[in-house]
């Protein structure tokens, strides 16, 4: 006879496992600081390398704007921190946003997985149960 119990958890894991393959399943093997760490270091090399554009950018058009531009010592220290700065003001802003949505995610994932675990628990409890039943007969 059918258990439509143990039917029912069977679908709710396969269609765990189908939807979330290379998701949850793949956040949690990682350990939460090292996965924020693995997505931390790609999103400060992409800043950095967006950066380097934009400014090269900028500076660029401002070169073609002015062609006879002569710019005194003082004046280039100065538009060089400027660059500095804003370039840290950026990393670390992006550095932030991303550290808290990779931890959310983690734990999002965590949780989504342990509620899984929690269905195959089920899943072989009634199981060692039906198995009970079957050898007493």
């Known amino acids: 006879m059918i258990n439509t119990q143990r039917v029912y958890l069977m679908t709710r894991a396969a269609i765990f ?3 979330e393959r290379n998701g949850a399943l793949k956040i949690v093997s990682y350990r ?11 999103i400060m090399l992409s800043v950095t390398g967006a950066y380097a554009i934009l400014v090269g950018a900028v500076l660029f058009m401002v ?12 004046q280039m220290v100065l538009i060089l921190i400027a ?4 370039y840290i003001v950026v990393l670390i802003a992006y550095y932030m946003i991303s550290h808290k949505y990779y931890g959310e995610k983690h734990v999002k994932a965590r949780q ?3 509620k899984y675990l929690a269905v195959l628990r089920q899943l072989r409890e009634l199981q060692e149960e039906e198995g009970k039943a079957d050898n007493s007969l």
């Open 17 to 19: 496992e189908d939807k």
């Open 32 to 42: 939460r600081q090292d996965y924020i760490l693995y997505h931390m270091l790609f």
């Open 63 to 74: 070169i073609m704007a002015n062609e006879s531009l002569v710019l005194k010592t003082a």
């Open 83 to 86: 660059i500095i700065l804003g």
């Open 112 to 114: 989504d997985v342990m």
